[in-house]
């Protein structure tokens, strides 16, 4: 089958950018390419849309449409894939993360899939950017479902200056209504999100839920993982990601405001990941480790996540929760708050803690009760690892796209 998945980056971000499921179907014999913006591999079969003259006339459609408040509406460099032979012939065509690196107009998605005509072109979802006027995430705002206007959360990410939300979402509505794609999805939470949406709910798929390379994140000697952070192997470790900007949606305030009232049972340590700083209100208290953004480098990743006793994960909105997937994979359990897609993806409360959203009181007993409950503790860890191997590992993530993909195609013909 001849695969071409369309993305920004290819190894950095690599869970969601669609990497992944590219060296997997090269492993299975498929013909699979990918197009992306920035090109950080020596993967000869991974090609960088870059030439110098359509990079310098992109940054300026960039900065026309930033000054406008309009993100992903005039970039330029994706118009180069309509010529490209390889995209028509493609047995399939996959977009990824096409947004968020500002080189795909929006209008690309309809023109794309039109070039192609009688052959499937999929667009993955990975939030709600696709069906509001700017932000990733509506950190509760309803707007979204009735053609946004008047938006409440400018600050939000995507951050505009100008209030054209309106506009905005109707271009998106135009995109998706002249597009011939199907869209897919991660969990039941965000399906059951984007069928609320008049912008999408007429090309929904079938949810796929991520899966996890576990060859990279399973258990490993918890006393030599903690060695590499300087940690002591009788100390608690709590791990968590710090989210320094905006709109908190990675739940780091309710995390602090917790910790605050935690009482440690002994030396306890928190180990953090992306942000530096924020933290000075916990300082004394714990001893506080911050990493950086491990996007690129998974050992790092999963040797801290096998260092950690517990992973907190309080979103405010998650559209999966990949990590916590991945804290899973290292026999880490997930607290987190009810009523994002995080509660499904942890199947709580058999692989972690669920609380109410926002209630950090209730964030801190559960920190408390996993401390106090060594047996709850390495039971959620077990029922995790099952999970995993039921339904989550590489082959079985793959192998649902390469099934999905021969039946559009079939469907097609």
Known sequence: MKIVQISGFDTLGIQVNGYLLHEYYLSEGHD????????HSDDPRVFSLYSRWLRYLNVRMQKIGTALSLWSVFPIEGYRLLFSRRVRQADVLHLQLTYNAQFFSLF????????????????????MFMTTGHCVY?????????????????????AIRHDVTRLAWLIRRLVFGLARVHLIVGSPWQQRMLARSPILARKLSPYIPYGVDTSKYYIKDKRVC?????????????SFRSVPYGTNFKGT??????????VPRRKTYLLTFEGQGGLDALSGKFEIIQLPWTNNDQEMLSDALNAADIFLMPSVQ?????????????GTPVITFRGTALEETIDAPRCGIAVEMGNSAQLKDAIETLFNDDGLRYKMAENGLRLLERHHTLPIYAGRFLE??????????
Request: glycine letters at 6%; one cysteine or more.
């Open 226 to 238: 903690r060695e590499r952070f300087g940690i002591p192997e009788d100390a608690d470790v709590i």
């Open 253 to 262: 305030h309710f995390i602090i405001a917790a910790l605050k009232d935690f």
């Open 32 to 39: 699979s390419i990918m197009f992306v913006h920035e090109k």
């Open 108 to 127: 690309m998605i309809a023109l794309i899939s039109w070039l192609r005509w009688n052959k499937p072109t999929l667009v993955a979802i990975h939030d």
């Open 318 to 330: 998650e559209a999966f929760g990949l990590m916590a997937m991945e804290a899973l994979a290292c």
């Open 404 to 413: 999905l993909y021969r039946r559009l195609s079939a469907k097609a013909s």
């Open 138 to 158: 509506s950190m509760g705002c309803e707007r979204w479902q009735s053609g946004c206007g008047k938006c409440p959360n400018k600050e939000t990410p995507f």
